[in-house]
């Protein structure tokens, strides 16, 4: 597999499938991270006097052209960040797209409009490839956070390109997650996983067994766990159909020897919006109590155990870490696990925007921009969008 800086880009009509999938409220960005992101490929591409085409999706328009998922005010922020002009065209594909990229000159930048305006994206559709490949010589993927999707412009699209490689964002990506690929048991790797559901997560713990010494459970689905441990977790959210998997789980760890760390107490409150909280121990958990994040002594123990990490892997929230009230137990964990000299990475679901919200992101050795992929590709150790390349 080769990366964007091993091509000769010179004149070429290079283009990059990047993640411009920004949060947008009234046609403003209120996030534009995934766009600077992607500077230092663009940037490469530039120095290198390439034209340049770029393509992403925005949000789920299902298929049909909708406005409030018009790729256009991306272009204008990446106008300013780059000062320099963006192109625009309204379309992904035709003619009138073609007759455009013919006339521009290298060092020149045309956005696309996107690519989810036509069901054939997400479709894989072979046709719909073919019309994209017209448009270029070189196919570069940058866009982590979607490879594990067989999307045309992700998989088909690079299956008929000749050249092709990954751009800086995706090496970056994959250079820092296969860190952890080598580790074995006694390498002191520890993972927290946490978040709303076990049953997302089956995947990753169970490969995980194969290669943690602890693994920290917290968020929601702690208590399906405590609960298949014969403790009642009175009204929180425990998944009944998913007992007898985090029995197997248990056990599976018991049997490679890796220690499993759950909540041993408990914030609680009569619902989600409340600041009646209170602690409760796992012990001694009230009959319609529901917990919304790990307690004091939770964390405590946690942390302690965490000053042993060599390696530390982070996967979801310990609690509803939207809400202050609840926030204590990730964010007090986030500045523990941020302060370590270990090798730390935080991927998948909503980790990247917690570690912001803790304000501890740049002290970790690698936030992973995919939620999804991230977590797919440390479970699976490669992606759909990779193989293809
Ligand atoms: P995930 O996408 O699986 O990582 O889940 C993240 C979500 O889990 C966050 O939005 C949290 O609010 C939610 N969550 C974490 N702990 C709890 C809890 N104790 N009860 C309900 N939701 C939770």
Not at 126 to 136: E, H, P, T
Request: proline residues 3%; aromatic residues 8%.
């Amino acid at each position: 597999m080769y990366s964007i800086n091993e091509l000769a880009l010179r004149e070429k009509r290079v283009f990059i499938r990047v993640d411009y999938n920004v949060p947008m409220k009234d046609g403003i960005i209120t996030d534009d991270t995934r766009i600077r992101l992607s500077l230092p490929t663009i940037l490469h591409a530039l120095k290198n006097k390439s034209r340049i085409i770029l393509a992403s999706h925005l949000g789920r328009p299902s298929g049909s052209r909708k406005k409030e998922f018009s790729l256009e005010p991306v272009a204008a922020r990446l106008a300013e960040l780059l000062d320099q002009e963006i192109y625009f065209f309204e379309d992904c594909v035709g003619m009138g797209v073609q007759q455009l990229i013919r006339d521009m000159k290298p060092g020149q930048i045309l956005m696309l409009e996107n690519l989810r305006f036509y069901a054939e994206e997400i479709e894989n559709t072979n046709s719909f490839a073919r019309d994209l490949a017209k448009l270029a010589d070189i196919y570069i993927n940058d866009a982590f956070a979607v490879s594990h999707r067989k999307n045309a412009s992700v998989y088909a699209l690079p299956r008929l390109m000749e050249t092709k490689a990954m751009g800086l964002l995706m090496k970056n990506e994959i250079e820092k997650l296969s860190k952890l690929f080598k580790l074995t048991h006694g390498d002191k790797f520890f993972a927290i996983i946490g978040g709303a559901k076990v049953s997302d997560k089956i995947g990753i713990i169970r490969s995980l067994l194969d290669s943690v010494d602890a693994l920290f459970i917290g968020g929601a689905m702690a208590y399906t766990f405590l609960e298949a441990q014969g403790h009642h977790m009175g009204k929180s959210l425990v998944e009944r159909d998913k007992l007898d998997l985090a029995r197997d789980i248990l056990k599976g760890a018991k049997a490679r020897n890796v220690e499993i760390l759950l909540p041993v107490d408990h914030i609680t409150a009569p619902s989600i919006d409340s600041f009646e909280t209170e602690i409760h121990s796992t012990d001694e958990f009230p009959e319609n109590g529901i917990a919304f994040d790990i307690g004091p002594e939770t964390l405590q123990l946690y942390q302690r155990k965490m000053a042993e990490a060599e390696f530390v892997l982070w996967n979801g929230p310990m609690g509803v870490f939207e809400k202050e009230q609840f926030a204590t137990g990730s964010f007090e964990l986030a500045k523990t696990v941020s302060e370590l000299s270990a090798y730390t990475v935080a991927g998948g679901g909503d980790s990247a925007s917690l570690m912001e919200k803790a304000g501890v992101a740049e002290k970790f050795s690698h936030i992973s921009t995919g939620g999804g992929a991230s977590l797919e590709f440390l479970q699976l150790k490669t992606l759909l969008g990779l193989e293809v390349l």
